[in-house]
């Protein structure tokens, strides 16, 4: 399995942009899909993005689209997460995952297998 660091939240108003990033490790991040997922208090892990190995294809939850961009770097072992037009709605703990499953793009959480620890985004009104 692959380890992950998340980094890149903190505390933004609404409308604000925040970038954050998942460091992997090992020598075959590339072939892995990645994604993105959060946690507000009391609700359900969701998902939020995912990318495929080549960073050519990209899905979006309904709730984030034209809003966040995922992104990769696979010669820096990087998955970013850019977030616009922040609202309160989109605090949570945000969690980067990976997997090598092709059911990455339904946006499963049990599609994927590797976690990162979670970084917190918080957006005030």
């Known amino acids: 399995q692959v380890q992950l660091v998340e980094s890149g939240g903190g505390l933004v108003q609404a409308g604000g942009s925040l970038r954050l990033s998942c460091v992997a490790s090992?020598?075959?991040?590339?072939?892995?899909?990645m994604g993105w997922f959060r946690q507000a208090p009391g609700k359900e892990r969701e998902f939020v993005a995912a990318i495929s190995r080549s960073g050519g294809i990209t899905y979006y939850a309904d709730s984030v689209k034209g809003r966040f961009t995922i992104s990769r770097d696979n010669a820096k072992n990087t998955v970013y997460l850019k977030m616009n037009s922040l609202k309160p709605e989109d605090t949570a703990v945000y969690y980067c995952?990976?997997?090598?499953?092709?059911?990455?793009?339904?946006?499963?959480?049990?599609?994927?297998?590797?976690w990162g620890q979670g970084t917190q985004v918080t957006v005030s009104s």
């Open positions: 090992g020598r075959s991040f590339s072939t892995y899909a």
């Open positions: 995952a990976a997997t090598q499953r092709a059911t990455y793009y339904t946006g499963s959480y049990a599609a994927f297998g590797s």
